[in-house]
T-cell receptor, first 117, second 109 residues
C-alpha cells in the first residue's frame, strides 16, 4: 500500500493567495483527519471526516479554512485568503473506524510544509 | 473529556542509556493507547499500541505497558541509539484520538 499521499510537499505563497492542500487516504479507510503542526501550538486537529461526512470541524481556526471530501479517496483543505500565521506543516491522516465508533490507529501522510510570506 | 499528559522535554541522553518517557491518561471508557514517533521532516508513525489493561506493546526495542490502576502507558527502551532521536507522542483513542504534546528525544553519540 502506498500509504497516505499528500500534495504538494512544500508550498510557498504570498499573503492573500488561495492555498489548496490535497490528500489521498489509504484505500479502505473510512475516516480522514487534517492536522496542523507548529512549534508554538504543537499538533492540532483541524477537522475529521467519517465516511466522507465532516464530523467535527471545531478545530478549524476561522472561516478562511475549509475542507471537503467529495469521495472516499480524496480530500482537500483550502485556505483563502492565506496569512503568514498560517505557516505550518499540515498533515492528513486516515484510519478505519468501526460503525459503533471505536477509533483505530491513524496513519499519517508526510505532510505539506506551508510558508506564507 | 479524555486526555493524555506526557512528560515535558526535551530529553537528552547518551547512546546506550535507558529511556523512559512518562505518559498518563484520563478517560471515562476503556481506550486503546498508542505511542507514535515523528522523525525530522516526516509524519507521525505508529510505534506501538495496547488495546486493553495489562497489554504490553513493543516494537524496535521500545515497550509500553497499559496500566489501568495508575492510568499510565510509559515508554521505555533499554539502550537508545542516535537513530532514536525524534519526537514521541503518546495518544489514546476511545471514540476520538487524543495526542499528547510530544517529547523531543536527542541521543548523543
Amino acid at each position: 500500500d502506498a500509504g497516505v499521499i499528500q500534495s504538494p510537499r512544500h508550498e510557498v505563497t504570498e499573503m492573500g493567495q488561495e492555498v489548496t492542500l490535497r490528500c489521498k487516504p489509504i484505500s479502505g479507510h473510512n475516516s480522514l483527519f487534517w492536522y496542523r503542526q507548529t512549534m508554538m501550538r504543537g499538533l492540532e486537529l483541524l477537522i475529521y471526516f467519517n465516511n466522507n461526512v465532516p464530523i467535527d470541524d471545531s478545530g478549524m481556526p476561522e472561516d478562511r479554512f475549509s475542507a471537503k471530501m467529495p469521495n472516499a479517496s480524496f480530500s482537500t483543505l483550502k485556505i483563502q485568503p492565506s496569512e503568514p500565521r498560517d505557516s505550518a506543516v499540515y498533515f492528513c491522516a486516515s484510519s478505519e473506524r468501526e460503525n459503533r465508533g471505536n477509533a483505530y490507529e491513524q496513519y499519517f501522510g508526510p505532510g505539506t510544509r506551508l510558508t506564507v510570506t | 473529556g479524555d486526555s493524555v499528559t506526557q512528560m515535558e522535554g526535551p530529553v537528552t541522553l547518551s547512546e546506550e542509556a535507558f529511556l523512559t518517557i512518562n505518559c498518563t491518561y484520563t478517560a471515562t471508557g476503556y481506550p486503546s493507547l498508542f505511542w507514535y514517533v515523528q522523525y525530522p521532516g516526516e509524519g507521525l508513525q505508529l510505534l506501538l499500541k495496547a488495546t486493553k489493561a495489562d497489554d504490553k506493546g513493543s516494537n524496535k526495542g521500545f515497550e509500553a505497558t497499559y496500566r489501568k490502576e495508575t492510568t499510565s502507558f510509559h515508554l521505555e527502551k533499554g539502550s537508545v541509539q542516535v537513530s532514536d532521536s525524534a519526537v514521541y507522542f503518546c495518544a489514546l483513542s476511545d471514540y476520538d484520538m487524543r495526542f499528547g504534546a510530544g517529547t523531543r528525544l536527542t541521543v548523543k553519540p
